[in-house]
């Protein structure tokens, strides 16, 4: 079956280091993935996308790495904020057929100062 | 509005009850999703409208639920006879086509069957 898996357990960090978090799939051909920001009782905000031919994508402190051999995608934020501390989701589309994207459960991050 | 809005933000309901919760999605958008979000879970999909297509009504989870889109833009979930398991955040999502590429969400309607 396929399945999109995020660490449930919160990620802590101190402040001013990279945060990663791990998106991983299995039975899926992903056409693109995407990573969103959901801050608690707000709804999912849109961060980045990727898509199947890029290895990877950056805006300003975000990066997302993305490698179908693997079948993960790493998310990353440097120089980390206590105003970063949310729960991070990845979604991915499948290639051809349904325009819908399936979301994953979440990492929450938590950062200290 | 600038972004898509959710209709009513909180709503409690007595089990048994019909509940409507609509959802106003970004001008010009063709693409609409409903989705819920239960506590501490990830997001469900319910249903997926896109210009004047059929319905991908493939996520509903029984015949109880049920949504409309009138003219191409405002959409209602209805849920009949709600059970407690309804209670979650029903999120809705619009995008530009029907690509799915980024799509933006309102802030989600809270149920609650008590």
């Known amino acids: 079956s396929q399945k999109i898996e995020q660490n449930s357990e919160a990620l802590n960090i101190q402040e001013g280091k990279t945060a990663t978090l791990t998106c991983n799939y299995t039975n899926y051909s992903p056409a693109y993935l995407q990573w969103y920001r959901q801050d608690p009782g707000r709804g999912p905000v849109f961060l980045l996308l990727i898509r199947e031919n890029e290895k990877e994508k950056r805006k300003e402190r975000l990066k997302v790495t993305f490698d179908t051999t693997l079948k993960q995608s790493l998310f990353h934020i440097t120089a980390s904020q206590p105003a970063d501390s949310a729960t991070y989701l990845c979604?991915?589309?499948?290639?051809?057929?349904?325009?819908?994207?399936?979301f994953g459960r979440g990492t929450s991050l938590i950062v200290h100062p | 509005g600038a972004g898509v809005s959710q209709s009513p933000s909180n709503k409690v309901t007595e089990k048994g009850k019909d509940v409507e919760l609509r959802c106003d999605p970004i001008?010009?958008?063709?693409?609409l999703y409903w989705y819920r979000q239960s506590l501490g879970q990830g997001l469900e999909f319910l249903i997926y409208f896109q210009g004047n297509s059929a319905p991908d009504k493939s996520g509903l989870p029984s015949d109880r639920f049920s949504a409309e889109r009138t003219g191409g833009s405002v959409s209602t979930l209805t849920i009949q006879r709600t059970q407690q398991e309804d209670s979650a955040v029903y999120l809705c999502?619009?995008?530009?086509?029907?690509?799915?590429?980024?799509?933006?969400f309102g802030e989600g309607s809270w149920l609650t069957v008590v």
């Open positions: 001008s010009g958008h063709t693409a």
């Open positions: 979604a991915l589309r499948t290639s051809g057929g349904s325009y819908i994207p399936t």
């Open positions: 999502a619009s995008s530009l086509a029907g690509t799915g590429n980024t799509i933006y």
